[in-house]
């Protein structure tokens, strides 16, 4: 497309039936607006194939050889730590790394995979969990195709992958096996009213995780409870309200927590010692991710290789690495597709007691 005719905001806004304002707003991510006018303006976007201006000048450091690595949150460990995986395994590789957020906006996601298009880096590296449902599979398939097209990789780092004929690399991690052997870990230690907080339908990696904790009851001849299994957003203010209500309810029926994750653990067990309950001496708990603060609440967690998958999203991009053979494990979700997967391991601290003979 030549600059002369270029599509431009006002061709987005005339479109969109907004203003040209409205539409940098929405594109700016900065300011407030409703819910169906964004949907109008990313819509127009979608099919104007627009790329903005504005932020491709900030990005202009994606030159061809650049690895842009995209998540939700930097302030969320999990995502920091892979991110710095990248980077430092982009500058051993001799590129530019660049990391962008979304904060969960799949509108502003969509805006940054498309200027990064247009700037040819080099890989771009989607990183976190993700509800799968026809409107992500196109989006993803529309994402991988358009970078493909331009020259660049598009690698699905802990998220399920796209199927056969989508340009697309993968590299995972072992979700359900550690969620699997830290269950089995609370039984062993004779625990069998496990509670397990952090249950949020949908979501691959929270799918994955209980899908983990259920095959563990099953092997052990615990029948699973539905009541205990209970919903919570993946932080710690969520697993701390969460815990709230439930011993708000009653007395626990529990003598274990198995948490989403560290953050959900580390709420929880605020919630806890409010409630004048002693870890592990009243409940056990243990966490998943291995990130802070679960050191310093002495956490019995699942250890995931954060460094290694950042490092090893890069040499997939880069061609330094091979995906694996075809897989269909629980993190798919899309048939068959060539994945990378790293293991897990537990890492046992103070949090879990073993319990007496029934």
């Known amino acids: ?13 005339k479109r969109a039936g907004v203003s040209v304002a409205t539409v940098s707003r929405v594109l700016g991510g900065e300011y407030p607006v409703l819910a169906a006018t964004r949907n109008k303006v990313v819509r127009a976007v979608r099919e104007l194939d627009y790329v903005p201006n504005a932020h491709a000048r900030a990005l202009s450091a994606a030159r061809p050889g650049a690895i842009a690595i995209v998540v939700n949150s930097v302030a969320v460990p999990y995502y920091a730590l892979i991110a710095q995986g990248v980077e430092e395994q982009a500058a051993q590789e001799g590129r530019l790394s660049l990391i962008c957020t979304t904060g969960g906006d799949t509108g502003r996601e969509l805006s940054i995979v498309r200027l990064l298009r ?38 699905l780092c802990g998220r399920p992958p796209l199927g056969e004929g989508v340009p697309a690399l993968v590299v995972g991690f072992d979700n359900t096996g550690g969620a699997h052997a830290v269950t089995a870990h609370l039984l062993s230690a004779g625990h069998r009213r496990i509670l397990y907080l952090g249950l949020r339908p949908g979501h691959t990696t929270s799918d994955s995780r209980v899908a983990g ?13 539905p009541d205990l299994e209970v919903e919570a957003e993946f932080d710690r203010e969520a697993g701390y309200a969460a815990m709230r209500r439930r011993l708000a309810a009653g007395p626990p029926s529990f003598t274990a927590v198995f948490a989403g994750n560290d953050l959900v653990a580390a709420g929880a067990i605020q919630a806890l010692r409010e409630h004048g309950l002693r870890v592990p001496d009243d ?16 956490l019995t967690t699942v250890h995931l290789p954060h460094d290694e998958l950042g490092r090893t999203a890069v040499r997939l991009a880069l061609g330094r690495l091979t995906p694996g053979p075809p897989s269909s494990g629980p993190m798919d979700g899309a048939g068959s597709a060539r994945v990378l997967t790293l293991g897990t391991h537990i890492v046992v601290r103070g949090s879990v007691r073993r319990l007496g003979p029934r």
């Open 118 to 155: 247009e700037q040819r880096a080099e890989a771009v590296i989607l990183v976190g969990s993700v509800v799968v449902d026809d409107e992500y599979r196109e989006r993803m398939t529309e994402y991988a195709h358009a970078l493909a097209a331009a020259g660049s990789r598009l690698v």
């Open 213 to 225: 904790y259920r095959a563990a009851l099953a092997e052990h001849g615990v029948p699973a409870d």
């Open 283 to 298: 409940i056990s708990i243990v966490g998943y991710d291995d990130v802070p603060p679960a050191q310093d609440l002495d």
């Open 1 to 13: 497309m030549t600059a002369s005719n270029r599509v431009t905001i006002r061709d987005v806004a």
